[in-house]
């Protein structure tokens, strides 16, 4: 039966609004296919188990008291002996020369003032001969500067010139003693207590612990850290000063002042090589039986020290750390971007973190993450990056997977 005027009528409108509807939809389908963000895609890591060093041996002399640490890291490698404080002797002086330069600033190539010795000077020398106390000849008349009296008194160990510099720089040695006992409290050196300038005095005294830290107290002033380094020099009107320090050019040691009463003490520095990093250390042997005996026990410290760092390799330069795998099928990993290695102490464990972001799309070289190393208080990060390009997957696979899903 042919149709009627009415139902061709309505079946061409189904055939007009129902290509309009294809045609409406696929301008809505096409642009957010084509133009949708692709999904992201997780990261598979790889985290680096890092093998625990050897632990450290610590050999510690019996006697008196003693200490070593590591200059930057906190707390002790090592302590043996009594944690009282002893005598420190000519110890005292570092304290002196410290207490002196805060008040009377040098800079590391400054002499500073000039001080003219007089008859109250050479009559500290002949106080120090009358007692027995080590001493620098002096003669009224001349002058020295500020760093001349610092050197004079710390490489031979001049008692006289530790009077001269806290009398010139105080007024007298009451002044100088109050000076020194306030930045003792300054420095937090509650173990440390002085009775004089020079150290002769028995009641100064100061526990292992203490007296490290002020070690690295004056291996951090440059004028004091040079003078205690230097093995002799030449001084006009008195000749050659010879540092009493007989370990001073050995094993490392550049370092820092011996103390002698009826006992041996040395509070020590020395730098020592790990691998390809530089270690500095500070330690003190106080109370032993003579120089030759504690000597002969830093050396051994210092070996052992040396023995008792690790020189650890964390990762290498393009080590795979993570990788991804997209839906369109593009794999690409993240590789370490640097190598890098950690210094330890003894057997202290080291764990890893690997933290990678998703990604989308990205170039190679793309920071993407790091992974993280930590042994005890000390981290090395390091940046992980993306080893070849994560480039668009192309318009079939869009038209296939719309709106960027699977």
């Known amino acids: 039966m042919p149709l009627t005027r009415r139902q061709v009528y309505r079946r061409r409108r189904i055939v007009v609004f129902g290509g309009l509807l294809a045609v409406l939809a696929g301008i809505t389908y096409l642009p957010l296919t084509l133009f949708a963000p692709v999904p992201t895609t997780d990261a598979v890591v790889t985290t680096p188990v890092i093998a625990t060093p050897d632990a450290a041996v610590t050999e510690m002399p019996g006697y008196g008291a003693s200490a070593i640490a590591a200059v930057g890291r906190e707390g002790l490698l090592a302590q043996a002996g009594t944690a009282d404080p002893l005598p420190m002797a000519s110890i005292t002086k570092i304290i002196t020369a410290l207490t002196v330069l805060d008040a009377h600033p040098l800079g590391p190539d400054e002499a500073g003032p000039a001080v003219e010795m007089t008859s109250r ?19 009224t008349g001349v002058t020295f500067t500020e760093r001349e009296l610092l050197e004079i008194m710390l490489i031979p160990s001049g008692n006289n010139y530790a009077t001269t510099l806290a009398v010139w720089g105080f007024g007298s040695v009451e002044a100088y003693l109050d000076a020194a006992r306030a930045w003792l409290d300054a420095n937090g050196l509650s173990g440390i207590r002085v009775a004089d300038a020079s ?9 292992a612990a203490d007296l490290v830290r002020l070690g690295e107290l004056a291996l951090a002033h ?21 540092n009493s320090n007989a370990l001073l050019g050995t094993n490392g040691v550049d370092g820092i002042k011996t103390g002698t009463l009826i006992n041996a003490n040395l509070l020590f520095s020395a730098t020592i090589e ?46 795979v750390l993570a990788s991804y795998r997209t839906p369109w099928d593009t794999e690409v990993r993240a590789v370490a971007a640097e190598d890098a290695s950690i210094l330890v102490w003894g ?3 080291i764990t890893a973190a690997v933290i990678a972001d998703d990604i989308t799309l990205a170039d190679e070289g793309a920071d993407v993450g790091s992974v993280v190393f930590t042994a005890g208080d000390e981290t090395v990060a390091v940046p992980i990056v993306l080893d070849g390009d994560v480039e668009d997957p192309g318009p079939w696979w869009r038209l296939g997977h719309p709106f960027g899903m699977d």
């Open 121 to 139: 000077d050479l009559g500290f020398y002949y106080d120090e001969i009358n007692r027995g106390g080590s001493v620098a000849p002096v003669r």
């Open 199 to 207: 150290g002769y005095d028995y009641g100064n005294v100061g526990s």
């Open 222 to 242: 440059p004028v004091v850290a040079e003078i205690v380094a230097t093995p002799r020099l030449q001084m006009h009107d008195i000749g050659t000063l010879r």
């Open 274 to 319: 790990v691998g390809s990093r530089s270690v500095d250390l500070v330690g003190v042997v106080l109370d032993g039986p003579d120089h030759d005996t504690i000597d002969r026990a830093i050396t051994r410290m210092i070996d052992q020290a040396r023995a008792g760092f690790h020189e650890v390799p964390l990762v290498s330069a393009g080590e």
């Open 347 to 349: 057997d202290t464990a």
